[in-house]
């Protein structure tokens, strides 16, 4: 009944929507430094694609590292 996609997709967008606008933006940073791309950010969050790329530097590269992305903002 309360399937991972269900329940999780729910609280996770919920959570999202609760930070404050510059951790959503570290947040889509780190999707997108791990391979993520913006309409896939864009759909799982509901946003637009070219919201998702106005918030991320998508020409700094990927480097999936978290905590490298917290010392730059």
Same mark, same amino acid.
């Given at each position: 009944?309360?399937?991972?996609?269900?329940?999780?997709?729910?609280?996770?967008? =919920?959570?999202?929507?609760?930070?404050?606008?510059?951790?959503?933006?570290?947040?889509?940073?780190?999707?997108?430094?791990?391979?993520?791309?913006?309409?896939?950010?864009?759909?799982?969050?509901?946003?637009?694609?070219?919201?998702?790329?106005?918030?991320?530097?998508?020409?700094?590269?990927?480097?999936?590292?978290?905590?490298?992305?917290? =010392?730059?903002?």
């Amino acid at each position: 009944m309360f399937g991972f996609n269900g329940i999780h997709k729910e609280v996770t967008i =919920s959570m999202f929507q609760a930070m404050p606008r510059r951790d959503q933006d570290i947040v889509m940073q780190d999707l997108y430094d791990k391979g993520y791309n913006g309409k896939e950010i864009a759909k799982f969050f509901q946003l637009s694609e070219a919201s998702v790329y106005n918030r991320i530097n998508a020409h700094r590269g990927r480097t999936g590292n978290l905590t490298g992305n917290l =010392s730059e903002k």
